[in-house]
């Protein structure tokens, strides 16, 4: 079993910055993919960013590519994701995920594909 805490949302303006963690406790750690997404109201989850448990490879949405950017601290079981030049689109509760692989090259950017997520935190992009 892995449990996920988010932290570090809250209230920008935008083109500000912000940085989400999301610590893991439980299971072997470096064994996991991890990835974040984000859902805002009314609207489905959205896959936002991933990253192999090897920490080597990422992957993001076309929409925050080039101002988002994940990674990873194994020794502190902790995976984030920096937030640049924020826009009022960019608004949504924001998860991160944990899956499970013994490939660990890869990332995974499909919702179903994760097996243990966090609880989400607030992230208000204000124009």
């Known amino acids: 079993q892995v449990q996920l805490v988010e932290s570090g949302g809250g209230l920008v303006q935008a083109g500000g910055s912000l940085r989400l963690s999301c610590a893991a406790s439980g299971r072997t750690f470096s064994s996991y993919a991890r990835g974040w997404f984000r859902q805002a109201p009314g609207k489905e989850r959205e896959f936002v960013a991933a990253?192999?448990?090897?920490?080597?490879?990422?992957d993001y949405a076309d929409s925050v590519k080039g101002r988002f950017t994940i990674s990873r601290d194994t020794a502190k079981n902790t995976v984030y994701l920096q937030m640049n030049s924020l826009k009022p689109e960019d608004t949504a509760v924001y998860y991160c995920?944990?899956?499970?692989?013994?490939?660990?090259?890869?990332?995974?950017?499909?919702?179903?594909?994760?097996?243990?997520w966090g609880q989400g935190t607030q992230v208000t992009v204000s124009s």
């Open positions: 995920a944990a899956h499970l692989t013994y490939y660990s090259g890869r990332y995974f950017r499909e919702k179903d594909e994760y097996d243990y």
């Open positions: 990253i192999s448990s090897s920490g080597g490879s990422t």
